[in-house]
C-alpha cells in the first residue's frame, strides 16, 4: 500500500519549504536577466547551441532551489560563466564559417521547382509530413504553388511562390486531396506522394521514374488565395 503522507511529507521541514519558494524566486529571475543578456527573443529563434544552452542554465538554476547547502552564488557564478561562454563561442562563429556551421548546422531545401528535394530524404530529421504540416500552416495548398522551401536553422519555413500566371499541376498537401489513387481512377494530372513528381499518366511500371515509390495522387493547379 502506497503511503501518500510518507512520499509528500516524511522528513519536510517548513522553514525550509518557506526557503524553497523564495530560492525558486531568486533563481527564477536570474534566469530571465541571463537570457535577456543572451539576446534573444523568443523560442522560434533558439538553435541547437542555444538549446543546449538553456539545458545547462536550466541545470545549474535548479539544484540550488531545493539544495539546502548549495548557496546560490555558486549558481549565479555558473549562469555567468556559461552566458560568457555563449558570448565567446558566438562571437567565434561570427569569425569562422566552419565553427558556424558545427554549432548552428545548415539551412535545407525542402521543395525545388515544385517537387520535394531527395537529397536529405535519408537525414534523421526529414519528415515529409512535418513538411507538410510546415507548409499548410503558410496556406500551400499543393506543391505547384512552391518554387522554393527552405528549412531555417531555426526551424522556421521560407517559401519563395510561382506567380499565379506561372502555377503548375502539383502534389496536393490537404488530407482530402492527398489520397492514394488506382490507375483506373486517373484522368487527370498525377502526382507522386512521395517526391511529388508530376506525371500526365501512371507509367506501365506503375512507379515514379524520380523516386521510385509507387503512390500516386491527383495533382492539382489551384491559385494561391
Avoid at 504553388?145 to 531555417?152: D, G, I, K, N
Wanted: hydrophobic share 50%; proline share 4%.
Amino acid at each position: 500500500m502506497i503511503e501518500i503522507k510518507k512520499m509528500f511529507l516524511e522528513g519536510a521541514e517548513l522553514d525550509f519549504l518557506l526557503e524553497i519558494v523564495g530560492r525558486s524566486v531568486i533563481m527564477f529571475i536570474l534566469i530571465l536577466v541571463i537570457l535577456r543578456l543572451s539576446g534573444k527573443k523568443g523560442v522560434r529563434q533558439l538553435t541547437l547551441f542555444e538549446v543546449a544552452i538553456i539545458l545547462s542554465l536550466g541545470s545549474a538554476a535548479g539544484d540550488p532551489m531545493f539544495q539546502e547547502e548549495l548557496p546560490i552564488i555558486y549558481a549565479l557564478v555558473v549562469l555567468f560563466s556559461v552566458i560568457l561562454i555563449y558570448k565567446l563561442i558566438t562571437w567565434l562563429s561570427t569569425k569562422s564559417t566552419f565553427i558556424n556551421k558545427i554549432l548552428e548546422g545548415e539551412a535545407m531545401v525542402v521543395v525545388r521547382h515544385g517537387m520535394f528535394d531527395l537529397k536529405h530524404e535519408h537525414d534523421g530529421d526529414f519528415s515529409k509530413m512535418e513538411f507538410f504540416s510546415e507548409l499548410r500552416n503558410q496556406s500551400v495548398e499543393h506543391l505547384g504553388q512552391v518554387r522554393m522551401a527552405v528549412l531555417e536553422i531555426d526551424g522556421s519555413m521560407s517559401i519563395l511562390f510561382y506567380p499565379d500566371a506561372e502555377i503548375k499541376y502539383g502534389l496536393p498537401l490537404f488530407p482530402d486531396d492527398y489520397q492514394q489513387i488506382t490507375i483506373h481512377a486517373a484522368g487527370a494530372p498525377i502526382a507522386c506522394m512521395y517526391c511529388g513528381q508530376i506525371l500526365e499518366n501512371i507509367p506501365q511500371e506503375q512507379s515514379c521514374p524520380r523516386c521510385q515509390r509507387k503512390k500516386w495522387a491527383l495533382a492539382i493547379d489551384t491559385k494561391r488565395i
